[in-house]
C-alpha cells in the first residue's frame, strides 16, 4: 500500500541540469533513511545520494560537488537536485526509503524509476 513516485526525469545534454522528486503515499508514519539509486544497463544499482531522518547526507564520490539530495518530510518527499549532468550519468534512477508503520513495522520501499538520459 505504500508507494514511492519519482518524477523529473528526462533528456538533457551535457552540462544540463534535472531535479528529481520522489513522493511517497501510503500508510507512513515514519520515514527514515530516504535515498537515490541508479542503474545503467549492464551495471549493477548504485547508491547515489542518501539523507538520514536528521538530514545527515552521504553522496557517492563520481557526483559529490554536482549533486544534491533533500528531503520534505512534510511532504512525504526527496529530492535530487542534478547539476553539471555528464554522459555517465544516464541510468534509471530510483527512489528507496525506509518506511515504519503499523501493519509492516519497517520495511524498505522503492519506486518504480525514471530515466535520465545525458546526451548530445
Known amino acids: 500500500q505504500v508507494q514511492l513516485v519519482e518524477s523529473g526525469g528526462g533528456l538533457v545534454q551535457p552540462g544540463g541540469s534535472l531535479r528529481l522528486s520522489c513522493a511517497a503515499s501510503?500508510?507512513?508514519?515514519?520515514?527514515?533513511?530516504m535515498a537515490w539509486y541508479r542503474q545503467a544497463p549492464g551495471n549493477q544499482r548504485e547508491l547515489v545520494a542518501s539523507i538520514t531522518r536528521g538530514g545527515s547526507t552521504n553522496y557517492a564520490d563520481s557526483v559529490k560537488g554536482r549533486f544534491t539530495i533533500s528531503r520534505d518530510d512534510t511532504k512525504k518527499m526527496v529530492y535530487l537536485q542534478m547539476n553539471s549532468l555528464k554522459p555517465e550519468d544516464t541510468a534509471v534512477y530510483y527512489c528507496?526509503?525506509?518506511?515504519?508503520?503499523?501493519?509492516?513495522?519497517?520495511?524498505?520501499?522503492w519506486g518504480q524509476g525514471t530515466q535520465v538520459t545525458v546526451s548530445s
Open positions: 501510503g500508510p507512513i508514519v515514519l520515514i527514515n533513511t
Open positions: 528507496n526509503a525506509q518506511i515504519f508503520n503499523f501493519q509492516t513495522r519497517v520495511g524498505d520501499y
